[in-house]
């Protein structure tokens, strides 16, 4: 696709409750990022692929949290046993490796998820 | 902590004047600061990027500044539209790890006709 599209695009789920999160990035881009909004704050990175590693995930909050990328394209956030805190926007972008000048990342729309 | 602090908060003026948001860090050591606009219910969309050597950079109406002695940016947009109203973040990528970015709380503009 054009863009990074991410589903769904709203989650409502009962506290306790597993979720799961897509991400399409961009067709060719090799780094993908995941990050949190929560409502007045600003954006929380969560965790960073390189391909199918991650060799950052110094963000995640806690281990309810995990997220795995397979073939280098799509990843999907897991969030366990949720928590009403949990409650936000996820936000996934993606960026080329240039290894040179510092690369844009490309947003999604964002899935908001929330905790009752 | 915040490492980046953003002002005013929220912003309002009339369509067809100009604006300069204000951006302060603490990142050290400092890579490259952007600007992004996000609109509300979309994903935040890059309008600038500067490193630690760039003064200024130019995308159409948007003008951003950088002066990294004093830790300081500024996002000038030049004769206002409806359009320009959105949440515009900067954000600051360090030089240990450029691919971990501090994001701001955002300043808040809205644009009346």
């Known amino acids: 696709g054009a863009g990074v599209s991410q589903s769904p695009s709203n989650k409502v789920t009962e506290k306790g409750k597993d979720v799961e999160l897509r991400c399409d990035p961009i067709?060719?881009?090799?780094?993908l990022y995941w990050y949190r909004q929560s409502l007045g704050q600003g954006l929380e990175f969560l965790i960073y692929?390189?391909?199918?590693?991650?060799?950052?995930k110094s963000g995640l909050p806690s281990d309810r949290f995990s997220a795995e990328r397979t073939g280098g394209s799509v990843s999907t956030l897991t969030i366990q046993r949720t928590q009403q805190e949990d409650s936000a926007v996820y936000l996934c972008a993606s960026r080329t490796f240039s290894g040179g000048a510092p690369d844009t990342q490309y947003f999604g729309p964002g899935t908001r998820l929330t905790v009752l | 902590k915040n490492q980046v602090e953003q002002s005013p908060q929220s912003l309002i003026i009339l369509e067809g004047k100009n604006c300069t948001l204000q951006?302060?860090?603490?990142?050290?050591?400092?890579?490259?600061l952007r600007w992004y606009k996000q609109d509300t219910g979309r994903g935040p969309v890059s309008l600038t990027i500067?490193?630690?050597?760039?003064n200024t950079k130019s995308n159409g109406r948007y003008t951003a500044t950088l002066d990294a002695d004093t830790k300081q940016s500024s996002l000038h947009i030049t004769a206002s539209q409806l359009s320009d109203s959105a949440s515009y973040i900067c954000v600051v990528s360090g030089s240990y790890n450029t691919d971990k970015l501090i994001f701001g709380t955002g300043t808040r503009l809205q644009v009346f006709p």
């Open positions: 951006c302060n860090y603490t990142v050290s050591p400092f890579s490259n």
């Open positions: 067709s060719g881009h090799t780094a």
């Open positions: 500067m490193t630690f050597s760039e």
């Open positions: 692929f390189q391909g199918n590693s991650a060799p950052d």
